[in-house]
């Protein structure tokens, strides 16, 4: 097979990320039941600050933390206890803390593939804490380069077409999410592998728009063996 580029995106793909945030989540909408909203309306409020938030400071747990105070501080009022804001620093710390956890299959699959084609990681974030991710991982040395964006868009994957000389016919996007990984990939003209994970951020949900490239559907990182 021919030398292919594959970008591969880090967390939901690589390692477990959305479900540390969903705990956490549930931890601070236990805390807040006390104030009469029902679970539902609080997470709705949680929801609604995050998007505000990520337009405003970006992704990362510093904007989470934000939005979990803010929310907290909407929904409490005058009522808004001391403790409380210090209970939401500590759930930031620890989450920030929380080792990756990396998928099965995962560290074999990299290492068969970065044989035979080039890495690159392409993962978006804010960026010292996706780099942190990436050096506690351990899972750097199977990529040709690292790269840490704010946000991932069809200029985003042509940047990287023009950096990186990907020949588009011979380029790959993977990874979980039809927002940033899959739609704007196949907008560029590249090619995209999805792999679903039931746990996937209700932020990166989209239908699977087509384009010009190829789309595979994966059930694991390790089928991806299979195919190239
Ligand atoms: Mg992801």
Redesign the pocket.
């Known amino acids: 097979m021919a030398r292919h580029t594959l970008l591969i ?5 690589l390692w477990e ?1 959305n479900i540390f945030f969903e705990k956490t989540i549930e931890h601070f909408v236990t805390q807040l039941e006390h104030l009469g909203y029902t679970r539902e309306y609080i997470r709705h409020i949680l929801n609604e600050t995050e998007k505000r938030n990520i337009r405003q400071h970006g992704y990362g747990v510093r904007s989470f933390r934000r939005s979990l105070e803010e929310t907290y501080m909407k929904l409490a009022g005058n009522a808004a206890r001391r403790e409380l804001m210090q209970e939401i620093a500590r759930l930031a710390i620890e989450l920030e803390a929380t080792p990756p956890h990396i998928m099965d299959g995962v560290p074999e699959t990299l290492a068969y593939l970065a044989k035979h084609h080039r890495l690159i990681l392409l ?1 978006k974030g804010e960026p010292a804490e996706q780099a942190a991710k990436v050096e506690r991982s351990g899972l750097q040395p199977y990529f040709d380069a690292i790269e840490i964006v704010l946000e991932k868009d069809a200029g985003v994957y042509e940047r990287m077409v023009e950096q990186f000389k990907i020949v588009k016919t011979h380029g790959w996007m993977v ?3 039809p927002r ?2 899959i739609n704007p990939a196949l907008q560029t003209g590249l090619n995209a592998v999805f792999i679903p ?1 039931t746990d ?1 951020w209700h932020l ?1 949900h989209a239908e699977l728009e087509s384009g010009t490239g190829k789309l595979l559907i994966l059930t694991s990182f390790r089928d991806l063996r299979e195919h190239f």
């Not at 995106?9 to 793909?13: E, I, R, S, Y």
């Open positions: 995106d880090a967390d939901d793909t990320n993962t990874g979980n999410s940033s990984d994970h996937t990166e």
